[in-house]
Structures are given as C-alpha cells and as structure tokens.
C-alpha cells in the first residue's frame, strides 16, 4: 500500500544518509592517521627518478569518472616532447595530484575545465593545476590549508571528503622540501601551483624557464 511504500522510501533515505555518514568517517579517520603520521615524520618520503608527465595521464585516467559525471573536462597542456623527470615519492606525488584535481572538481563549474601545466624552473619543475570554477576570496587564502578549514561551502560540490585534502597536500610537499601556493579570483578560479626537484641525470631535457 501507500503507506507501505512511503515507509520504505524513507528508510532507503536514512540507509543512504547513514552509508554516507560511515564513508565521511572512513575518509576521515584515514586521512587524520595520515597527516599526524607526516606530521611527526612516521611516514617516509622514497624519492625515485619518474616521468612527471606520465604520472599526469595516469591521474587523468583515474579521475576520467568524475569528469563525466560533473561535465568538467581534464586539461593537460603539455609544453615538452620528451619525458620530463623528477625525483620524488611517485606514489606521494600521485596522492597530491588527485587531491587537487578532486578540490578543483569540488569548485569547478559545469561545462568548466581543469588543466595541468608543467613550467620549468632552473632546478625544478612547477606543477600547476588551474580551474575556472568559483574562485577563492583573498581573505581565506591564508587559512586555505588548515585542517578542515573551509570556504563558502554554498559555492561547492557536496563531495565526500574529510576535509583535509589540502592539508595533506602541503604536508606531503613540504616533506619533499619543496613549496606550495595558491592564487585565485572569485568568479574567475584559482590555481594552485607546488615544485618538485628536477631528476639529475645526463641528458635531462632543458625546459625553458617560465612563470
């Protein structure tokens, strides 16, 4: 009956609700053992020599779902014809990228884009991942990689997450020793840009200087 059906509708809401609730908790709980775990130096940074812009495709792919499903298209302007390495933990590098490739989906608008850029700098490579979503009011950008900190959430994607996305990203960088920053406009989008330490090895392909 009726009411029969009304019953069940609302406990397929809460079961979602809760399912919901559990993977936020999930999120949650792995990302704080993490970030307190780089914090205190417990998790080893294992630098190798990789092909940074294969790493880029590789994270595309991964993230090819999303960018269906928000109808926001993944940019790779890639400058160089031959392999551009660096020396770094692949793995760490990859969490990064997909960090702020999900908080540029979480900003970005629909029918938007989401692009990568590598630019050389002396003895390292900038990586710069930009959107043309919301944008970022100055006044927050300071506070942006703070645990759980969060801008106008009325402006964003309600995607899952522990809301320390960011925070391990700068963590993850600065344990490279390298560095991270941010710029954006409101209603223009922002890019955040980080270094990482050029591979040394003979015959290292010379990228132009930029920025």
């Known amino acids: 009956d009726e009411d029969g059906l009304e019953d069940t509708e609302q406990a397929l809401k809460f079961l ?25 130096g417990a998790l080893p940074i294992n630098p190798t020599k990789f092909k940074i812009n294969e ?14 499903k928000y109808q926001i298209q993944l940019i ?49 490579v900038l990586v710069e991942v930009t959107d043309d979503g919301a944008g970022i009011d100055e006044k927050n ?3 942006l990689f703070e645990r759980f900190y969060r801008t106008d959430s009325s402006r964003s994607r309600q995607i899952a ?3 320390l996305g960011l925070s391990i990203v700068k963590h993850i960088v600065e ?14 989008g922002s890019t955040f840009g980080f270094t990482l330490e050029k591979a040394k090895q003979a015959g290292f392909p010379g990228l132009p200087y930029s920025i």
Do not use: C
Request: proline fraction near 2%; aromatic fraction near 8%; hydrophobic fraction near 30%.
């Open 16 to 40: 979602k609700k809760a399912s919901n609730n559990v993977d936020r908790m999930s999120y949650l709980i792995n990302d704080l053992d993490e970030i307190s775990k780089l914090e205190s």
């Open 55 to 68: 790493l880029i495709k590789e994270v595309f792919e991964s993230e090819e779902i999303k960018s269906k």
């Open 76 to 124: 790779f302007k890639e400058k160089y014809n031959e392999p551009v390495y660096v020396s770094a933990d692949r793995e760490r590098i990859r969490q990064v990228l997909s960090n702020l490739i999900d908080n540029a989906f979480k900003y970005g608008k629909t029918n938007g884009t989401i692009s990568v850029s590598l630019f050389g700098l002396h003895e390292q």
């Open 141 to 143: 950008l300071p506070r």
């Open 161 to 163: 997450g522990s809301g």
């Open 175 to 188: 344990a490279h020793q390298q560095t991270i920053n941010v710029r954006s406009t409101v209603g223009i």
